[in-house]
């Protein structure tokens, strides 16, 4: 089972302060989606407001077909893991596994065995008393094996090292594989987590900026490069989302389609054309006016 999320005009207000600002957005079941968005670019509001935490001051949200606030036959489908303070969890990773088994109705045990084996948790000690690390690891291994056709990660894996998030990020490719549901990643790890992303999101000051395919996104700019004379002259008039400098060899990141023509044509030049990075369209749309 996968969930369909669409929002309407979504606004969320914090007194005066207005986190989110009319969003719209329809995001079809059964992928993966990156979102994107600068530090208070309002991640985690959209994402709590998926996972009905509150309540937005305007607009809709509707989860699988169906207004999801206050929805327990659809929240119940709904699994949104963040960063929380576990440091009073008086509970073992197991007993703690088992109650969140009893509220998922596609919990699997054997797989959540499975992965506390895999992430190398300690059976025997406190939730509270694991690391940082571990205790992201755990709400991975709550998320994946909770099954939840809508599941939702907000910046979990940011006390992971890197060898543990690489096992997650297997992880999550092979079992969307085989039970295809909806995921929501939020990141700032974007370089790390591009290739997992079917879709991309990005808001930015409480507003929406795109919703777009990674791969449509990526193929929307190009890199080029080669001897700086010439890398120059062929991005006269192109968007530069970045540079490098090496010597006497350059390669600049441009924000514009480049037809087989044009990549022919910058190929006889000598130069080399690769795609572009999500990081930095990323950087460059989100990107402070001087
Ligand atoms: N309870 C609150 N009262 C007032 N303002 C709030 C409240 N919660 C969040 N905000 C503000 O809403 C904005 C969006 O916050 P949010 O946590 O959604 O951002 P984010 O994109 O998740 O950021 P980060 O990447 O830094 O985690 C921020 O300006 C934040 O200060």
Same mark, same amino acid.
């Given at each position: 089972? &996968?969930? *369909? ?6 606004? /969320? ?10 969003? @719209?957005?329809? /995001? ?6 990156? #979102? ?7 991640? &985690? ?21 169906? !207004? ?44 959540? *065995? ?9 059976? *025997? ?20 094996? @909770?099954?939840? !056709? /809508? ?28 039970? !295809? ?9 974007? @370089? ?5 992303? *079917? ?19 990526? @193929? ?20 530069? #989302? ?28 000598? /130069?080399?054309?690769? !795609? ?15």
């Amino acid at each position: 089972m &996968t969930f *369909d999320v669409e929002l309407k005009n979504v606004s /969320l207000q914090y007194k005066d302060f207005k986190a989110l600002d009319n969003v @719209s957005l329809k /995001l079809d079941g059964g992928k993966i989606y990156g #979102l994107l968005g600068r530090n208070g670019a309002g991640k &985690t509001t959209l994402l709590s407001l998926l996972a009905a935490l509150h309540k937005q001051t305007q607009g809709e949200i509707e989860i699988g077909g169906e !207004p999801s606030f206050e929805n327990a036959g659809i929240m119940q489908h709904v699994a949104f893991l963040y960063e929380s303070d576990l440091s009073y969890e008086y509970e073992y990773v197991n007993a703690m596994l088992e109650i969140v088994g009893r509220y998922r109705p596609n919990f699997d045990a054997e797989y959540a *065995d499975y992965l506390v084996k895999r992430f190398k948790l300690p059976t *025997d000690k406190y939730v509270k008393d694991l690391s940082k690390g571990m205790q992201s690891a755990l709400g991975v291994t709550m998320g994946l094996a @909770s099954r939840a !056709p /809508l599941t939702i990660f907000d910046e979990v894996y940011l006390g992971m090292d890197a060898p543990t998030r690489e096992i997650f990020y297997q992880e999550l490719l092979e079992d969307q594989a085989k039970h !295809p549901r909806t995921f929501i990643l939020s990141t700032h790890l974007v @370089s790390e987590m591009d290739y997992l992303f *079917d879709e991309v999101v990005i808001i930015d000051k409480g507003k929406f900026v795109l919703h777009e395919e990674y791969e449509a996104l990526v @193929s929307k700019g190009a890199s080029i490069t080669g001897s700086s004379e010439v890398v120059d002259e062929f991005v006269i008039g192109k968007t530069r #989302l970045s540079e490098q400098r090496l010597g006497n060899t350059k390669s600049v990141m441009i924000y514009e389609y480049l037809d087989e023509a044009r990549r022919q044509e910058a190929i006889q030049s000598g /130069l080399e054309v690769g !795609p572009i990075s999500l990081q930095d369209l990323f950087i460059y749309l989100t990107r402070e006016e001087a």
